[in-house]
């Protein structure tokens, strides 16, 4: 009895549930899920990495000129700066420099190399305003040259003890400084209008009127370093000795920041040289 049961619970088919259609349906719809989710994530990531592209694309010819243009508001708050000093003005010199060389990349875009006519006539109008920059940087490299000499004549005559050379170097210095200074009324330091639509002329304009300023306030400051005191002769005579001892160590530390400033402008000369040949090229294209 018990082995003929056995051999019926051996025999017996097997009704198991049917679970594999379910199987196979649930299997499908987790294909169905990973695909669907694969295919979500791909089309993330390539919208996500196309937006990216997309952004750069645009915001890459502008990384430049906003780079200039904070070098340029930077160091237009130095130049109107209550305490600003020779020093600054010769680091301000090279800091220019190097935003001119900037400003010349951008002129070598291949998007700024074909203009239409109103930019054709704006560039114009900088070619002319660039050459009186030059000159004007030019005179001032050579004042700086000459101020430069006429100091270390003077500490060569305090040394000597010759007070009417010194005297006279005196009024030389400051009849040169004054001279240059009348180099900056006919300098033309208007500023493109920001109704212009040339960003690269509006980089010029503006590099070109802090150029100006800065190199007028060197003239202000160097005009102040050395100035005869309205005294009587008497007076002169009696300090004569205590102001040759005083001042021949500021006139060593004054012909080092005549110095800075003379290789500074040289820098500069330089510059504006190879950024209006850039500027020839462009329009001769």
Do not use: W
Not at 64 to 91: F, N, Q, R, Y
Not at 206 to 229: D, F, G, N, V, W
Request: aromatic residues 4%; proline residues 2%; charged residues 25%.
């Amino acid at each position: 009895m018990i082995c003929l049961m056995q051999f019926l619970c051996i025999n017996r088919p097997c009704q198991r549930p049917n679970t594999s259609n379910q199987s196979r349906g649930q299997t499908h719809q987790t294909k169905a899920c990973l695909s669907f989710s694969f295919l979500s994530h791909n089309t993330t990531r390539i919208s996500s990495t196309d937006m990216a592209c997309h952004q750069r694309s645009i915001s890459l010819p502008s990384r430049p000129h906003s780079k200039v243009e904070e070098g340029l508001h930077s160091l237009e708050a130095c130049i109107s700066s209550p305490s600003m000093t020779i020093e600054i003005l010769s680091d301000g010199l090279r800091r220019l420099e190097d935003i001119y060389g900037s400003v010349e990349d951008i002129m070598c875009l291949p998007s700024n190399q074909i203009c239409s006519s109103q930019q054709r006539r704006l560039l114009d109008g900088e070619m002319e305003c660039s050459l009186e920059l030059l000159d004007l940087c030019n005179a001032m490299h050579e004042v700086f040259a000459e101020l430069k000499a006429i100091i270390q004549d003077m500490q060569v005559s305090l040394r000597k003890g010759d007070d009417v050379v010194v005297q006279a170097k005196i009024q030389s210095y400051i009849r040169l400084v004054k001279k240059a200074k009348n180099h900056f009324k006919k300098t033309v330091k208007k500023v493109t209008s920001d109704k212009e639509d040339c960003k690269m002329v509006k980089l010029l304009s503006k590099a070109r009127e802090i150029t100006t300023s800065l190199l007028e306030s060197s003239m202000q400051l160097l005009s102040k370093q050395i100035a005869t005191p309205k005294m009587s002769l008497i007076s002169k005579a009696f300090q004569r000795k205590i102001s040759v001892v005083c001042s021949e160590e500021q006139l060593q530390v004054l012909e080092c920041s005549i110095g800075d400033l003379e290789a500074g402008a040289g820098l500069l000369f330089r510059r504006l040289v190879q950024s209006r040949v850039t500027l020839l090229n462009i329009l001769s294209s």
